[in-house]
């Protein structure tokens, strides 16, 4: 593995795969370090004035604020984001050309009534209200110990909302849940309410639409004796449905990928985003969907998204997405480019143009075909963006809720965290893939390790189809499965 990676022809700054001691020499880059670079953190290739452009991925990531010396660390004490409030956007389509040979590829999957495939067959228990958690936990206790073996699993997605919540934020409380209430991994459903809640249950199934009423059972918990066991019976009677469900070929274009990244280091737009761009490439040429999300990191790159828009609509769309957050972060006294995080910064990222870059790799080379509103349920397919914040629990659940089977979740620090659908970590570097096996489904810094990034991904499409088999991931495994709701409003 080299010391120093070059990612790009028209970058000036390389990044350390190692930490590197002051005076290590570099013949290829004609470089001797002048100081220390951390792992994971750039340094200078060659002299760069103050006021002037640091160029990594091939496109700016700031300004240098003093003069740099080649063989100089540049990180947050000497280069600043150009990013400001206001930008204009303009529609120059740059649409891919990208073809690949289709191989038919299919996985094993459950065919819904409504057409729909889902990859599990879970029993799912969903509360309107935060007040009755502890009722739906219990009964997915019960049911996980009295049925077991009966369904894939009995999941409780429990949340503190529901209750004094008013507009918008009661809008995206409805919205999440009654996607989750359709969702195809879930064989059948148990709605918990109160009764006194503002998320009353018959606005809730009003949202929700047209969902399969044999698999979809609810009641208020005051209107009902033993609230816990109403619950266990309700599920009772769903089973025998569950029981004639079984797993038959379907073709990958009927899979929707979420793409998220969460901890990132400076490997994670070099390794693992790629690597997770190539699985949208994949499944988009396949015929299938993915979906990008985290507005806020698209901020710095955005332009590039909007120039793979279809058309001039969707650039439109697009366009509003990235303001509506920027105005969010305006309402809120918020500055708008205050990212990365401590531990991105940590790990070798300094400015939100190179986080930004790295982070929508993602998504690949694939035309954007559609943009979501939060909590809008997905109904096009190729490359779709999500309006979420870059939260790991907000953004993932809304992948899910807009119809996601899979997070594919890119890390380059680790979490145990997992959502309501199977959520792959992908590694960006070794070190972590060894560290927290438990952890980790994937390791895309075997990139660094010598693997061509062909290799890799055809690994990784062959795994991911798996996956969507039944081979459970090591969140599944965990017993690491939440949701989390945007809250952006008042409360009562």
């Known amino acids: ?68 010396k080649a063989g100089q660390h540049l990180h947050s004490h000497n280069l600043k984001t150009n990013l400001s409030d206001g930008q204009q956007y303009n529609y120059l389509p740059s649409l891919s050309n990208a073809t690949h040979k289709l191989q038919n590829a299919s996985f094993k999957g459950f065919r819904r009534a409504n057409g729909k495939v889902g990859i599990r067959n879970e029993v799912w228990i969903i509360n ?9 936990e219990k009964i997915a206790q ?53 009764g006194c809640e503002n998320n009353q249950m018959a606005a809730l199934l009003d949202a929700a639409g047209d969902y399969d009423k044999n698999r979809v059972k609810y009641y208020n918990s005051q209107q009902v004796g033993d609230e816990i066991e109403t619950g266990v019976a309700a ?31 400076a490997f994670s737009g070099i390794t693992a985003n790629p690597l997770v761009g190539r699985m949208a490439d994949r499944i988009t040429l396949e015929g299938g969907t ?14 590039i998204l909007m120039n793979r828009a279809k058309d001039q609509q969707t650039f439109s769309q697009i366009v509003d997405l990235v303001n509506e957050f920027k105005q969010y972060f305006i309402d809120h006294n918020q500055p708008i480019y205050e990212n990365p995080s401590p ?46 914040p870059g939260n790991d629990a907000v953004s993932s659940t809304a992948l899910a809720a ?9 890390t380059g620090r680790g979490t145990p965290l997992g959502f309501p659908v199977p959520t792959v970590k992908i590694s960006s570097n070794s070190d972590l893939a060894e560290r927290k096996p438990h952890w980790i489904d994937f390791n895309a810094g075997m990139v660094l390790d010598g693997v061509s990034m062909d290799d890799c991904a055809e690994q990784f499409f062959e795994k991911l189809l798996s996956f969507a088999s039944g081979q459970l991931t090591k969140n599944e495994i965990n017993e690491c499965r939440e949701i989390a709701i945007w809250k952006r409003g008042v409360t009562l």
């Open 235 to 265: 599920i009772a009677e769903m089973l025998p449905l569950l029981a004639q469900d079984k797993r038959v070929d379907c073709p990958a274009s009927e899979l929707v990928l979420g793409m998220k990244c969460g901890g990132s280091d």
């Open 142 to 194: 019960i049911c996980s110990q009295r049925f077991f073996g009966q369904a894939d699993a009995f999941v409780a997605f429990t949340h503190p909302y529901g209750c004094s919540q008013l507009g918008d934020d009661l809008k995206d409380t409805r919205a999440i849940l009654a996607s989750l209430l359709n969702h195809p991994n879930a064989g059948a459903v148990l709605v918990v309410g109160l």
């Open 290 to 303: 993915a979906l990008l999300t985290e507005t806020p990191e698209m901020f710095g790159a955005e332009q």
């Open 128 to 136: 309107t209200v935060g007040c009755v958690n502890r009722t739906a």
């Open 1 to 68: 593995m080299k010391a120093l990676l070059k990612i790009h022809t028209n970058d000036n700054v390389a990044v350390a795969t190692r930490d590197l001691a002051c005076g290590e020499r570099f013949t290829e880059f004609n470089l001797e370090l002048l100081e220390a670079i951390p792992k994971g953190h750039k340094v200078a290739l060659v002299d760069i004035a103050a006021q002037n452009k640091v160029m990594k991925y091939g496109f700016e990531i700031g300004n240098t604020q003093v003069d740099v």
């Open 343 to 388: 531990g991105n910064k940590a790990g070798g990222l300094t400015t939100l143009e190179e986080k930004s870059l790295g982070a929508i790799q993602k998504g690949g080379q694939a035309t954007v075909n559609q943009v979501l509103d939060y909590g809008q349920p997905l109904t096009s397919k190729g490359l779709v963006l999500l309006q979420a």
């Open 402 to 410: 807009s119809g996601a089977h899979l997070v594919l979740f890119t």
